[in-house]
């Protein structure tokens, strides 16, 4: 099996990597990078928990080839933050409880900052739709539809 | 039991050059070839062990794949590879062919509507595709290349049967043009779902109609369906009761009835046949009430 | 035990709503789960070779064409299961011996290089199977003749509360027999018989399982899992390999989602004996999530069938029940589901003639094992509506139905135990009073039918008489305080439970606490297992223990250096204060290095460190005969669900509206905690009652994927919960704190039901609610109209 030669951006980061046609972006980030805040739930695009940002829009990592990120942005949860301040929708996950097992967050919170980046000021109805390729077991929902709107009132 | 592979088995991933490239890959290694876009049905399927391909060949960054043009005198035309939600956001689809954009928006997620297109829709011919009846009742074409250059497909002559399409060996899908409609036209996509989103389609159903003095009851309705037959559907029966006698509810009523006959579902895990048959009659005669309200409001 | 707040707990975080210890860390993408650890170069991976068959005899089994294949280290077989392994009826061998007996048992496995390399060698490995009749009803199961899963019933080690049947499918059978139902039947005004039938469902964490396991060269070993029960997965599989509970450490990280899935030992079993071929190399077993849909634990199917009799003024005079649970091929687990909904059969009701049988059933389907109500849910699906069926009859309100037979403190219960004050009725008024009970609401379309309706619910903590909790805390130099525990966070917010009874009873400020986690039974105090909602209530006992045992040590030393009676002193807000000297000393100042005595006289104290444990120790046994004994159970939680809702009759399709779900918790630590679990658990409550199933034709799960087992997204949940926290305090609870992890989704799906009759006068007495179904009902209900 071909490897190819690919290099992108990881939360700023330039990185390089030798990867097989065949491995995920989110074996990538996970096994390769280890940069394991992005999750694995079903490896089929169903369950949300290994969405991150492919220049700036949400993706499932866990369907898109490592090949396919040659010369892209990637951003994960562990690059929300910036320069040590949290982004608006991480603090309001925190205030809010929009955290259980904390297993759909990091894929929710990147789910939420692309929906945020394109509507600042998404309506209730607009946040559940935009989250429905996100599966929480946990917490019914509520508290991040609560957060998301609450981070989108403080103008994040 | 039918357990699939931890991960993606191997294959060789090539980023295709040029169409004429594509071509010959595919005439070379029928069998062991196949195109890739968005991925979400291959990948899906080739980790569920259904497809073993040696080779996935990237054809959407060719020229074209992505591009959406809007002529006010020709009509839409859909690169291939244009994404869901690239789709439903353009604003000439909006304007111009809102059922098409509402009936993109109905698959999965956002997140998976980004890399989900519209031609790989088409293309993996599932019943349940979505966007299969908008592009029936909005009767475009597709548009394939192929060994002896292009050709287009009207997308009724398109699907075949479960995964089965009408391409010739070596073609590939390039674009999806979609004529102008006719004036005053309203349409409707009334997808159900186990779900109250998200979920593939027990049943689909669109619905275009528009003003036509040529036809006794002065409208024209076109019913295709989704999930309920080999391929996706168009109900021509119940298109013919609407053309035929004055629209009143019956005649809706009569016509929603033709579109569960024109029916033939399986029952399956998803849903029975018996309940997807009660669907279709539902759904078109909400789909068909409403494009119907729409038609009275303008006329 | 005197656990209630005392003044020095001023200013106290309990029932406040901080927020949640863990939730920077999980933000973040810093907390780590099992698969994010990283394990180097050396780490192997571990595939399992399933059967296909739901029954059958295994002839043959030959590894040797995987092992070929490059990059294979090693395969086991079931000659390398040592004995049987289970928790309360050790009846299955990690890797199946003679038999298979469900689609997905383990019968080989390889461990090679990489993922993809294990799972080609698996597909390498030959088995012979000699394919035996299945069992697949637990009606066929109990019937003579049946075939016989487990002919070796009888052999097996049991716990003395589970009563198996040898020769027959039975794995345990409950009885009640109270009062004299027969009897009561020609006094009732009212009788009303219905079965009700609960399919497989699934707990579906968001993290499927994940353990990785090390043996080292000296044949100790290491675990790493997703896991509620480190503790009990050290015991377990220590009596299974026949080695020291020493030899064996278990490290469980932050866990994705439990829900009972992750209790016992499952999947951790299968890499601890594949690793044993591997000495030195960690083996990583990672379940996909059509395996986990396959093979980890199922919520055991039932059917239920119940006879309830009441007199004309609303009085419930009998009930008579026979529960058949589908508990699949292995039951250690299940049998005490099986107990457990026997001995809370009647709900939450004063019933004075009682008759129940509650079979726990092999048969040749996934492997039943406990899930987030531990049968609560399942029992309450029929004795819910069949309460709302008597008082369809009788003509009266459903709430004055339930306000007049619900238990009350004071009044004897099923199994004759006296029970401790409760809010159950409180929960009831309140919970109709949030949905606007008694006034009808218009449906939103022509085509919709609103309704109302609700349900209450019981549960108690089921487990060993003597399942334990302990704790310590230990001071460092600044005085902040690392809290050891080995319950798990699992999403609940155990963590910042226990971080809040640490500071409130130390008298410390909540950021100087710190959870020493990952719990680690190499370092962590024991606890029994995170299940059965206990946590709150019995680690909780015991940290407020340590933590006690803590501050009376610093009172001691500090009391010395003043020359005071300790009894005078206090701390607060992280300082020795004196209430007669008003002499104060900041705690880093003295909890590591002690004090000096005075004129140079040398030094008094050390580091300061606490410990204490917790065991309830006044449950008694129940009679075999008849269920009946002193105290079975520490505690009851009660509560009530009301629900108005709509339904789409061209689709059947419901839309919940409004779900009111109160709780008496006993003290709410953390309001909002309490409240985050009363919205989960509705929304999982509502995804059990109208999505979900597992299929099963012939033993062979049809839809073990996302794609067709649907769960409930965010498009599905209700428009508005509200949850309504009560507080009747439990007199052994910190605080009076018991628990509610589980509770909220125990009534939400007979609460649906009855709102769905009322709206429709349609019952449906099979979860789940599905469209498909509400609307078939409606035809036919039309057809017979
Ligand atoms: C979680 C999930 C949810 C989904 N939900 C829905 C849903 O709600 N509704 C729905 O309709 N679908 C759904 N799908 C299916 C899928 O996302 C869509 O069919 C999608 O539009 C496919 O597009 P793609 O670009 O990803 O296709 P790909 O997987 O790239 O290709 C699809 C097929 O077409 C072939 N192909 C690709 N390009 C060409 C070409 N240019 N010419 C000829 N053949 C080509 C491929 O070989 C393959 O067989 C879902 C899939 C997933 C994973
Ligand atoms: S892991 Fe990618 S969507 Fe579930
Ligand atoms: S918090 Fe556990 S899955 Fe969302």
Known sequence: MATHKISFNVNGIRETAEVPSNMTLLTLLRERLAITGTKRGCDTGECGACTVLMNAEPVNSCLVLAVEIDGTDIVTVEGLAQDGQLDPLQEAFIQHTGVQCGFCTPGILIAARALLDRNSKPSRREIKDALRGNLCRCTGYTRIIDAIQEAAEVGG | MNLPHPGLPSFDYIRAQTLEQVVDLLLKHPTDVRLFMGGTDILVQMRDGLLEPKTLVDVKHLPGMTTIEFDPDVGLRLGAATSMNAVAQHQAVVENYPLLAEAANTVASYQLRNRATVGGNLCNASPAADTAPAILVLEASLIAFGPSGERSIPAEKFFLGPGESAFNQGELLTRIDIPLLPKGCHGRYLKLGRNAGGDLALVGVAVLGYPDETVDSDYRFRVALASVAPTPIRALKAEEILAGKSITDETLQQASDAAMDAAEPIDDVRASARYRKAMVRALTRRALSEVWAMLREEN | ?785
Not at chain 3, 629 to 658: N, P, S
Request: negative net charge.
């Open chain 3, 1 to 785: 035990m005197d656990a209630v707040s005392k003044s020095h707990v001023f200013p106290s975080p309990i029932g406040e709503s901080v927020t949640r210890v863990d939730a920077l860390e999980k933000v973040t993408g810093e907390a780590k789960f099992t698969d994010d650890l990283q394990f180097g170069a050396g780490l192997l991976y571990g595939q399992v070779v399933r059967s296909p068959h739901p029954h059958a005899i295994i002839k043959r089994v030959d590894v040797s064409r995987a092992l070929a294949l490059p990059g294979v280290r090693a395969a086991v077989t079931g000659e390398d299961s040592d004995d049987h392994i289970g928790l309360y009826l050790k009846d299955r061998y990690i890797f199946c011996r003679d038999r298979v007996r469900f689609v997905g048992d383990p019968v080989a496995g390889v461990i090679a290089v990489s993922e993809s390399i294990a799972d080609e060698a698996c597909r390498l490995v030959e088995v012979e199977y000699e394919v035996l009749e299945p069992v697949l009803d637990p009606l066929q199961g109990v019937q003579e003749g049946a075939p016989l899963l487990h002919p070796d019933l009888g052999e097996y080690v049991v716990a003395d509360f589970i009563d198996p049947k040898p020769g027959t499918n039975i794995a345990n059978h409950f009885k009640v027999r109270k009062g004299d139902v027969e009897a009561a039947w020609s006094k009732c005004d009212v009788i009303v018989e219905c079965d009700f039938r609960v399919p497989h469902v699934q707990h579906v964490p968001l993290e499927t399982h994940v353990a990785v396991a090390r043996v080292d060269q000296t044949g100790k070993i290491i675990l790493w899992s997703s896991s509620q029960s480190p503790f009990a997965q050290r015991n377990l599989i220590a009596e299974a390999l026949n080695m020291s509970q020493s030899d064996i450490r278990v490290i469980a990280p932050y866990v994705g989602g439990g829900f009972g899935s992750k209790a016992g030992v499952s999947v951790e079993g299968t890499a601890v004996v594949m690793a044993r071929k591997v000495p030195g190399h960690p083996v990583k077993m990672r379940l996909t999530r059509e395996e986990e849909f396959y093979c980890a634990f199922v919520r055991q199917g039932l059917i239920a069938r119940t006879k309830v009799g009441a007199k004309s003024d609303g009085e419930i005079l009998a009930m008579k029940t026979e529960y058949y649970w589908d508990a699949g091929a292995y039951t250690e687990y299940g049998v005490n589901i099986t107990r457990a909904s026997g001995y809370s059969s009647t709900g939450p009701y004063r019933i004075p003639n009682v008759h129940a049988d509650s079979y726990c059933v092999y048969t040749n389907h996934p492997v039943g094992g406990p899930m987030r109500g531990f049968g609560m849910p399942e029992i309450h699906w029929g004795i819910e509506q069949i309460m709302d069926m008597v008082a369809d009859e009788l003509g009266m309100d459903k709430v004055a139905f339930r306000l007049k037979n619900c238990l009350r403190g004071g009044d004897k219960n099923v199994t004759g135990m006296t029970m401790h004050p409760i809010g159950l009725a409180e929960c009831i008024e309140k919970a109709s009073k949030a949905i606007n009970w008694g006034e009808k609401a218009p449906a939103s379309a022509p085509h919709k039918r609103r309704g109302k309706g609700l349900a209450i619910m019981w549960k108690a903590p089921a487990m060993p008489p003597n399942a334990g909790s302990s704790a310590w805390v230990r001071f460092n130099e600044d005085a902040t305080v690392s809290l050891g525990i080995g319950g798990q966070e699992i999403g609940q917010g155990s963590f910042t439970v226990a971080t809040q009874m640490a500071a409130a009873t130390l008298g410390v400020p909540l950021d100087w606490i710190h959870i020493s986690a990952p719990v680690d039974t190499k370092y962590s105090p024991y606890e029994w297992q995170t299940v059965a909602s206990r946590l709150t209530w019995s680690m909780g006992n015991a940290i407020v223990q340590a933590a006690e045992d803590a501050r009376r040590q610093i009172l001691d030393i500090v009391a010395a250096y003043w020359d005071e009676d300790p009894n005078d002193l206090d701390v607060k807000d992280g300082q020795v204060i004196s209430f007669k000297s008003e002499n104060a000393i900041p705690l880093k100042d003295m909890v590591v290095y002690g004090l000096p005595l005075p004129d140079d006289q040398g030094w008094h104290g050390g580091p300061i460190i606490g410990h204490g444990n917790f065991m309830p120790t006044y449950i008694t046994s129940l009679d075999n005969e008849t269920g009946q004994g002193q105290r079975a159970v520490v505690h009851y939680t009660t509560g009530c669900q009301a629900v108005d809702l709509e339904v789409d009759t061209e689709t059947g399709q419901i839309h919940l509206l409004r779900v009111a779900s109160a709780f008496d918790v006993g003290k709410a630590i953390n309001p909002d905690q309490v409240r985050a679990q009363m919205e989960g658990g509705v929304v999982q409550g509502a995804s059990t009652a109208i999505l979900e199933c597992l299929q099963l034709k012939d033993g062979v799960p049809q839809n073990p994927s996302f794609t067709d087992y649907r769960i409930a997204t965010s498009v599905d949940i209700p428009d508005e919960i509200i949850p309504i926290i009560v507080e009747v305090p439990q007199d052994d609870g910190p605080w009076g704190a018991r628990g509610v992890g589980e509770h909220p989704m125990v009534p939400t799906a007979p609460a649906i039901a009855n709102a769905v009759a009322a709206a429709l006068g349609v019952r449906i007495l099979e979860m789940p609610m599905t469209p498909e179904k509400v609307f078939l009902a409606i035809q036919e209900k039309l057809g017979e109209a």
